[in-house]
C-alpha cells in the first residue's frame, strides 16, 4: 500500500509574481523529469508541493531531484514565463454584487467595469474546484475584503473579486467573493479533449462583451451505457455508491481531486479475494449498501467494515469470494463497525476513464453515484470461483466503539496545537469524501497564504474545530494543518461513523524546530 509524504518548495512568504513566476519555472522542469515515486505536484502561490511515496522514494532523493532542478532553470525560461499564455475572457458585466461594489470603493460601476478589465492577471495558482483560477492583482481601488456572510452558491461562470485577487467560479460552488458579472466562455469543461482553459502561469484578460452565458458542462460518464459483458443490474441504490479505483494521480495542479477509495486497504483486500490487481475499478458502497441482480453468473468478493452481502437474504461469509448466479440478488446489512465497504467483481468493471483514472469526482462532475436502472459490466472475464476459494486473507480489525488516530507533525504544527488534539476525545460531527468534522476542544488554528493541502491533513480553521482531510478534499485550501493522520491508520479514519468518539494521538521525534523543516524546503 502507498505512503504518501509530501515536501513544500517555499519561494516566498507573501505573494510576489516574480517568484511565483519562478515557481511555475520549478513546476514545468519537474514534470518533464518526473520521478518513480513522485504522486503528484501542487504550484500554490508561495509554494510548490511535491507528494511521493515514501514506500519506493527517500524524501532525501526527493531534496536532491528539486535541488538540482532549481539550480538548472535558466533565465530565458523564466522570461518566458513571465510572458505565458494570454487568454482573453469574454464577461458580461451584471454581477450581483456590481452595485454594492461601486457604493464600496467609491466608483461607479461603469469605471469598476474598466478598471476590472483594463489589465492583464496572472494565474497564480489553479484549484479550489477543478480549474478555478487564482489571479492577481487586482487595481488598488477594487480591493475589498470578502463577504461577511459567504453565499451558500455561487452561479457557474460568475466572475469575483477579493482582496488582490479575482477569479471566475467554472463551477457552482460556495463562495465568499464579490460578483462583478459572468464569464461567457467554459473555462472547465470534462467532456472535452483538453478540459481546462486555464493553468498555472497564463495571463487572463477580461473583456466586457454581451452574449448568453454557456451551459453547464455535462457530467462525464465513467462507464459505457451499452456495456460489452453486462453483468450487474442496479435495482435499487444505496446512499452513495461509487465508482473508485487507484485514484487520479498527477492533477493536483488543475485542482482536480485525489478520489479513489477512501480505505485504500479495503478496497485492495476485496481486488485481491477477486483475484484483480490492486487498483482494478470497483464499487466503494457508504452506510446503506445497493440491491444488484445477477445478468450473467459472476465471481465477487467484499471487503471492509461497513456492511455485509445477502444473496437471498442469507449472509455471505466475510472476506471469501463468491458466485452471484443470473437472475439472483445481492444486497447489503449495515453494520455498526464502520461506513465503507467494497465490492470487487473478477475481472473488474468496465469504464471510460478520465485522465488516468476511472474515479468519480462529484465535484468535478466526472461521473456520478449509481441510480436504479444503470448497468455495469466487465471490464474482462475474471477467473473462476474455483481458482480463488484457496486464497487466505487476514481479517480486518473490528472497529472499537471509541477509535483511536495517529497523528504526526503537520506543516502548521506547534506544540499548543498538539496537545489541544491529544486533550479529550472529539465526537464525528458529519463526514463525507472530503472530509470528517470534529467536535470537541477548541484547537488552535489559524490561516495561511493558500497552499496544499496533504492527504490525511488535520485542518484547523480560526474557530478551533478540526476537520480531517479525506480523498476528495480540495487541493489548495488557507487554514493551519497542525497534524497529519499517520498513513496506516487512514483506512481507520474513513470507517469512522456519525457520533463516534474519536482519540488522536500525537507521535512526535525531535524538537519543534525540525518539524517545519521537515515540511518545507527553500527555493
Known sequence: MQRLEGLYVQFCTELDRQQNIRLHALHRRLQGDLLNGVTDLYPGYVNLYIEFDAAVLHRGRVRGWVTEHLRAVPEQELAAGAAGRRIDIPVRYDGEDLEDVAAQTGLSPAEVVRQHSAQAYHVYAVGFTPGFPFLGELPPRLRLPRRSTPRAAVPFNAVAIAAAQSCVY?????????????????????????????????????????????????????????????????????????????????????????SGPLDQHSADLANRLAGNSPGTPLLELTLLGPKLTALQDVTLAVAGLGMIPQIGGQAVAAQTPFLLRAGQMLDFKPTDQGARSYLAVAGGLETQPFLGSSSVDRTGRIGRPLQAGDVLGLGSLGRPLTDLTDAVFAPLPPLLAEVTLRLLPGPQASFEALVALASAPFRVASGDRMGIRLSGPDVPGGQVISEATPQGAVQVTPAGQPILLLADRGRIGGYHKPAVIHPDDLPLAAQLRPNQLVHLRPYVSGPPDTWARHWFMPA
Do not use: E
Not at 178 to 189: F, M, N, P, Q, S
Not at 206 to 217: C, E, K, N, R
Open 170 to 258: 467554472v463551477l457552482p460552488s460556495p463562495g465568499g467573493w464579490h460578483l462583478l458579472g459572468t464569464a461567457l466562455t467554459t473555462i472547465y469543461d470534462p467532456n472535452r479533449p483538453q478540459p481546462f482553459l486555464i493553468s498555472p502561469g497564463d495571463s487572463v484578460r477580461f473583456v466586457a462583451a454581451p452574449g448568453d452565458t454557456p451551459p453547464l458542462p455535462s457530467v462525464r460518464p465513467l462507464w459505457p451505457a451499452a456495456p460489452q459483458f453486462p453483468a450487474l443490474h442496479v435495482i435499487k441504490p444505496g446512499l452513495l455508491d461509487m465508482l473508485v479505483d487507484a485514484g487520479r494521480f498527477r492533477q493536483a495542479h488543475y485542482g482536480l481531486a485525489r
